[in-house]
């Protein structure tokens, strides 16, 4: 019995560790435009499509270059040629261009890809068995990607020039620029590095499990749930809210109906807005 | 807003002149899933009910006039079924239809056309509830209540007496699993968990795991292609040894083909029908001549007899009013033998069948032989 | 002639629906993205009420009276967030609605969906109904219209415009704005699900898949392009884009291409969201700035 619960575990760490990409690339940006992007969750689904696209050519390592270069391009693209226009007007002018954006991109997703499931194709392989516990090759892929470039976020926030300037404006957007940080370039690695790991984390989910066309939008839920959990704006409580909500999905399913599951994710981010809406680990406010 | 008006003035203008066809055919409507998740079946339906259309019309038609089907997309839901069967109805005005694959498209539609008084025919839906319908309502695929006694008959055959039970959430899965448990039950078996999984998703590990915590022998899994081949696949992943007992729904050589080797080994039942009558090897032959290389897709034998079916009764009834159609059809389907075998209506418009058992073994479909 | 009727009712429908996104959004500035939870709550009520014997008038009515309920309790906790919250807030909720309706299928019958559900006054369920079904909902939408119309001119409306262009100001001059906007979200989820409860005894068939995000895009779709804040705005746009719906089902698209209307459909309406966001952000009826 105890097995089946550490499975579970697991497997949350796992679909975690994805979320955790997801939930540190939308509090990038929140944190230094201070907006919702409800289209954020199609530059997974692109991220996972695009590559599908290239890899009908390429061998599939290098199917992920230019896909994921595509998706940065999309990143660019929303800001530069939607957003940047509409930040002076209205919150609502915003929000509404953002969903209506947002579904727009889904459904080109549908007419190019169809409705359907699609799938990389991988081949099934048994999991390997750790101490009763059974992982998969792509379980340990996944978890070691989402490692691999959260390690780098952290070394390009602590240790590089652009880093530091990205957490200066995620605090203080005024007095950033008036210290003299390029928020134009700002601006731009941090879409750039979302779009990044939104891609990523999209490939990998497609990897796992299959590609649909509304994988953008439950994952950016949950990716809000996450950020909500680490509190908003801060990177790490991003990653601890990810895989807080990947656990807390997997567990919660040897409780109630797997149909349920996604159900979590929607419960605690209207748990936590009326609760507790600073996030169980910090302030609103700065890239810590 | 003087603007908007003159918009709906012309286009209600378009809507008036819309609905009018060639009065010199026969037509009958088809509700078909031209697009959605059910679009690969949809093709083959339609393949199907052309094959048969031609030879009708080859033949002279219906009594001289040439029979037409006219179909409308429901993009695979039931939300859509039931606007394409107002269009049909409300613009059209088709008295026979063919209606939508999967019972619960199928269901959303069948009061509509009860309601109207229009002749709905259903080549594809199997769950039991289908039988309450109405008058109005035939089909001519077996009802899911003689699958569930054969499925459980089989499972006890198999000297399995525990099992764990998951169906599809959708009225062919829910039906199914209450016919299979009431049977099951009744004969002396148990079962030790039940429980349902959606449609659609990507991700039936938490299902898997729940059916691998009890350790048992078999697992009865009464779902769709494409679920299916994601649950074995995840299931083979976590190293989940079962013995996998499932429905027709499942019989697809495209979910050996998606699964691959976790396929090996299932055991299920189907509604099967005899290969060596004259009536099939007529249908194979014309069906190799017309779609060289293809083929036979799923429901195709059973989309052919019904438009056959429903020709015969055009031409013997005393005018396409819905009630002399209707009673036509009673008529020319007793003791018809088509392709699927007999098509004799009984009080409820169903027809009767036989269930076989199939097997996947070195990655093909086969008959199951203990 | 009868598939005119069938627009129109669907038309007056979502007329009504758009009156009551238009009331939070166009009125409150309340960015209730959740809207359809109400529409689905009406419909799923009402029902189920009258597939259990009860009449059809007090099913409907009871299913409003539901829906407002729900939408007072959400309000309370869900209106002491800021705008973007609210908005997300909103979201998910629905989509636990949606959840919900698929998932107790002792109770909505899951993704089975409802189907039989009766009409109301003993109109027929066939096609001979229609005329009359026709008939009820432009009562019923001129009766919505008529309502908005009052709230819009009264004080109490004058102080939701208030509230939408600044809060602080509407504080400042003493209006208790958070009563303010919970009223308001009660009212609009009323009528949302009287919406609903129309919906559901026309088509005499609801399911969960009815009551998701393409609905609320849909909905919003309506208010936005039609002009929020406005009296007319919304059924301007509700008609558009309703009628425009049921006309690309008459383009004669060959067979083939038959799986690409929904997705293109999708991405005209996301395109026109986003173009009039940039371009006409008051869509067709402005608003009169005093």
């Known amino acids: 019995m105890l097995d089946y619960y550490a499975q579970l575990v697991v497997n949350g760490i796992v679909a975690g560790a994805v979320y955790a990409l997801f939930a540190v690339g939308l509090t990038l940006i929140y944190g230094v435009f201070r907006f919702i992007n409800f289209a954020h969750g199609e530059l997974i689904a692109w991220g996972a499509y695009l590559t599908l696209m290239f890899s009908g050519f390429l061998p599939f390592g290098l199917a992920v270059v230019p896909a994921l270069f595509l998706t940065i391009l999309l990143g660019i693209g929303q800001e530069r040629y939607i957003y940047r226009s509409l930040r002076q007007r209205s919150r609502i002018t915003l929000l509404i261009a953002s969903i209506g954006l947002s579904y727009l991109l889904r459904n080109a997703l549908r007419l190019i890809w169809g409705s359907d499931l699609v799938s990389f194709g991988f081949e099934t392989r048994r999991?390997?068995?750790?101490?009763?516990?059974?992982?998969?090759?792509?379980?340990?892929?996944?978890?070691?990607?989402?490692?691999?470039?959260?390690?780098?976020?952290?070394?390009?926030?602590?240790?590089?020039?652009?880093?530091?300037?990205?957490?200066?404006?995620?605090?203080?957007?005024?007095?950033?620029?008036?210290?003299?940080?390029?928020?134009?370039?700002?601006?731009?690695?941090?879409?750039?590095?979302?779009?990044?790991?939104?891609?990523?984390?999209?490939?990998?989910?497609?990897?796992?499990?299959?590609?649909?066309?509304?994988?953008?939008?439950?994952?950016?839920?949950?990716?809000?749930?996450?950020?909500?959990?680490?509190?908003?704006?801060?990177?790490?409580?991003?990653?601890?809210?990810?895989?807080?909500?990947?656990i807390a999905e997997n567990l919660g399913v040897a409780f109630f109906s797997p149909g349920y599951k996604d159900a979590v994710s929607f419960a605690l981010i209207i748990l936590l807005l009326l609760f507790r809406p600073t996030g169980l680990f910090g302030l609103i406010g700065g890239i810590r | 807003m003087r603007k908007a008006f003159g918009c709906i003035a012309g286009i209600c203008l378009l809507f008036s002149v819309a609905g009018a066809y060639a009065a010199e055919e026969v037509a009958v409507g088809s509700i078909t899933p031209l697009s959605g998740k059910l679009a690969v079946y949809g093709e083959g339906f339609q393949q199907s009910m052309l094959l048969a259309l031609e030879e009708v019309n080859a033949a002279g038609g219906i009594n001289g006039k040439p029979m037409k089907i006219l179909y409308e997309d429901n993009n695979s839901t039931a939300k859509d079924s039931v606007s394409a069967i107002q269009k049909l109805i409300t613009v059209h005005k088709l008295p026979v239809l063919f209606g939508p694959a999967a019972s619960s498209n199928f269901l959303a539609v069948c009061p509509i056309a009860q309601e109207n008084k229009t002749v709905l025919i259903g080549a594809e839906s199997a769950a039991a509830e289908i039988t309450k319908c109405g008058d109005y309502v035939f089909r001519v695929f077996p009802s899911d209540e003689l699958q569930g006694k054969g499925a459980a008959e089989l499972t006890v055959s198999l000297g399995y007496k525990e099992v764990v039970l998951t169906y599809i959430n959708n009225d062919w899965g829910v039906g199914l699993g209450k016919v299979f448990k009431e049977n099951f039950l009744k004969a002396g078996g148990k079962i030790i968990d039940e429980f349902s999984h959606d449609e659609g998703k990507t991700d039936y590990r938490s299902e898997v795991l729940r059916i691998k915590k009890h350790s048992l022998?078999?697992?009865?899994?009464?779902?769709?292609?494409?679920?299916?081949?994601?649950?074995?696949?995840?299931?083979?992943?976590?190293?989940?040894?079962?013995?996998?007992?499932?429905?027709?729904?499942?019989?697809?050589?495209?979910?050996?083909?998606?699964?691959?080797?976790?396929?090996?080994?299932?055991?299920?039942?189907?509604?099967?029908?005899?290969?060596?009558?004259?009536?099939?090897?007529?249908?194979?032959?014309?069906?190799?001549?017309?779609?060289?290389?293809?083929?036979?897709?799923?429901?195709?034998?059973?989309?052919?007899?019904?438009?056959?079916?429903?020709?015969?009764?055009?031409?013997?009834?005393?005018?396409?009013?819905?009630?002399?159609?209707?009673?036509?059809?009673?008529?020319?389907?007793?003791?018809?033998?088509?392709?699927?075998?007999?098509?004799?209506?009984?009080?409820?418009?169903?027809?009767?069948?036989?269930?076989?058992?199939?097997?996947?073994?070195?990655?093909?479909?086969?008959?199951?032989?203990? | 002639?009868?598939?005119?009727?069938?627009?129109?009712?669907?038309?007056?429908?979502?007329?009504?629906?758009?009156?009551?996104?238009?009331?939070?959004?166009?009125?409150?500035?309340?960015?209730?993205?959740?809207?359809?939870?109400?529409?689905?709550?009406?419909?799923?009520?009402?029902?189920?009420?009258?597939?259990?014997?009860?009449?059809?008038?007090?099913?409907?009515?009871?299913?409003?009276?539901?829906?407002?309920?729900?939408g007072a309790l959400l309000a309370v906790p869900a209106l002491r967030l800021s705008g973007d919250y609210f908005g997300v807030a909103t979201l998910a909720f629905a989509e636990m609605i949606r959840l919900f309706f698929l998932n107790e299928r002792w109770l909505t019958k899951g993704p089975m969906g409802l189907p039989g559900i009766p009409r109301p006054l003993g109109i027929p369920s066939g096609v001979s109904g229609l005329p009359l079904y026709f008939l009820l909902s432009a009562l019923v939408a001129a009766a919505v219209f008529l309502f908005t119309c009052r709230i819009a001119r009264s004080p109490f409306g004058r102080?939701?415009?208030?509230?939408?262009?600044?809060?602080?100001?509407?504080?400042?001059?003493?209006?208790?704005?958070?009563?303010?906007?919970?009223?308001?979200?009660?009212?609009?989820?009323?009528?949302?699900?009287?919406?609903?409860?129309?919906?559901?005894?026309?088509?005499?068939?609801?399911?969960?898949?009815?009551?998701?995000?393409?609905?609320?895009?849909?909905?919003?779709?309506?208010?936005?392009?039609?002009?929020?804040?406005?009296?007319?705005?919304?059924?301007?746009?509700?008609?558009?884009?309703?009628?425009?719906?049921?006309?690309?089902?008459?383009?004669?698209?060959?067979?083939?291409?038959?799986?690409?209307?929904?997705?293109?459909?999708?991405?005209?309406?996301?395109?026109?969201l986003v173009f009039l966001m940039l371009k006409h952000p008051e869509g067709i009826i402005p608003e009169y700035r005093i």
Request: hydrophobic fraction near 50%.
């Open chain 3, 159 to 272: 102080a939701l415009k208030v509230v939408r262009e600044d809060e602080y100001v509407a504080q400042a001059l003493g209006k208790n704005v958070f009563s303010l906007k919970v009223q308001i979200v009660a009212v609009g989820s009323l009528i949302a699900g009287l919406a609903g409860a129309l919906y559901g005894h026309y088509i005499t068939y609801i399911s969960p898949s009815d009551f998701t995000l393409n609905e609320t895009i849909l909905v919003l779709l309506c208010v936005v392009l039609g002009g929020r804040g406005t009296q007319w705005g919304p059924v301007v746009g509700a008609f558009l884009i309703i009628f425009f719906q049921e006309f690309i089902r008459f383009l004669p698209i060959p067979v083939d291409f038959g799986r690409v209307v929904a997705p293109i459909q999708g991405m005209v309406y996301g395109a026109v």
């Open chain 3, 1 to 70: 002639m009868d598939y005119l009727l069938h627009i129109l009712v669907v038309a007056l429908v979502y007329t009504v629906f758009a009156l009551s996104l238009n009331l939070e959004l166009g009125y409150t500035g309340l960015y209730n993205f959740g809207h359809v939870a109400f529409f689905g709550i009406g419909a799923y009520a009402s029902a189920l009420l009258s597939l259990a014997g009860f009449p059809v008038a007090f099913s409907m009515t009871a299913g409003m009276i539901m829906a407002g309920a729900a």
């Open chain 2, 217 to 370: 022998k078999a697992a009865v899994n009464l779902t769709y292609i494409k679920e299916g081949a994601t649950m074995l696949k995840q299931a083979y992943e976590t190293g989940l040894k079962v013995q996998w007992l499932m429905g027709s729904a499942s019989k697809s050589p495209k979910l050996v083909e998606l699964a691959g080797e976790s396929a090996e080994g299932i055991i299920g039942t189907y509604p099967t029908f005899s290969q060596d009558t004259p009536q099939y090897k007529h249908f194979k032959e014309t069906w190799e001549k017309k779609y060289p290389g293809k083929k036979i897709p799923i429901f195709g034998e059973y989309n052919y007899d019904m438009v056959h079916l429903t020709a015969k009764a055009l031409k013997v009834a005393k005018s396409l009013s819905s009630d002399d159609i209707r009673n036509a059809l009673i008529e020319v389907g007793k003791g018809y033998m088509g392709v699927t075998g007999d098509k004799t209506f009984d009080a409820n418009g169903d027809v009767g069948a036989v269930y076989g058992k199939w097997t996947v073994k070195g990655g093909a479909i086969q008959d199951y032989k203990p």
């Open chain 1, 127 to 246: 999991g390997m068995s750790f101490a009763g516990l059974i992982v998969t090759r792509t379980q340990l892929l996944m978890v070691a990607a989402a490692l691999l470039f959260l390690a780098f976020l952290y070394m390009l926030l602590n240790f590089t020039m652009l880093g530091k300037s990205l957490r200066a404006a995620a605090d203080n957007t005024e007095l950033a620029e008036i210290m003299g940080i390029d928020m134009k370039k700002v601006g731009l690695s941090v879409w750039i590095l979302s779009a990044l790991f939104a891609g990523v984390g999209g490939i990998l989910i497609g990897i796992d499990t299959n590609l649909e066309p509304v994988m953008g939008l439950i994952n950016l839920l949950k990716a809000f749930a996450a950020v909500l959990l680490g509190g908003a704006g801060n990177v790490w409580g991003a990653l601890l809210g990810g895989l807080c909500i990947g």
